[in-house]
């Protein structure tokens, strides 16, 4: 969904199709069938949000999957498609590098700014629609 709300082109496309796919094939092996219900997004979002979300979230993702793999559960541990996804090193500077070429006073950053803001609740509402399909099945 974020890649169809793009002004423009971005640094990370690549890497977040890959992500896609791999917590897709996660997801699969942990039974879970149906991808979670996200609310629409009123604006194109801009480039340089995405690839600050999916830079930090592969960052993130190095720590994460050192948790995840001292699961003692065999299903977890055959989901592991998206914790074993190499990272470009180069995403996150790169990505740096760009959002400090935006002046703080320019309305770019403001947008940037409330963009994240708006794909980190798009995460939110995921995370609390999942957890209430689990205490829906309990």
């Known amino acids: 969904m974020m890649q169809t709300r793009l002004r423009s082109p971005n640094l990370s496309g690549a890497t977040l199709q890959d992500m896609i796919n791999g917590l ?47 699961s003692q559960d065999p299903v977890v541990q055959n989901a592991k498609t998206y914790f074993s996804q190499s990272s470009d090193p180069t995403l ?22 409330k963009d994240a803001r708006t794909l980190f609740q798009l995460f939110i509402s995921a995370s609390e629609n999942v957890a209430s399909r689990k205490d829906a099945t309990l």
């Open 24 to 70: 897709a094939l996660d997801a699969a092996v942990l039974g879970i069938d149906h991808p979670v219900d996200a609310p629409a997004l009123e604006h194109q979002i801009d480039p340089l949000a995405i690839d600050y979300l999916v830079a930090g979230s592969r960052l993130g993702s190095k720590v994460l999957s050192r948790r995840w793999a001292q």
């Open 92 to 113: 996150w500077p790169a990505t740096c590098r760009a959002l400090s070429d935006i002046p703080v006073a320019h309305a770019r950053a403001a947008y940037i700014v």
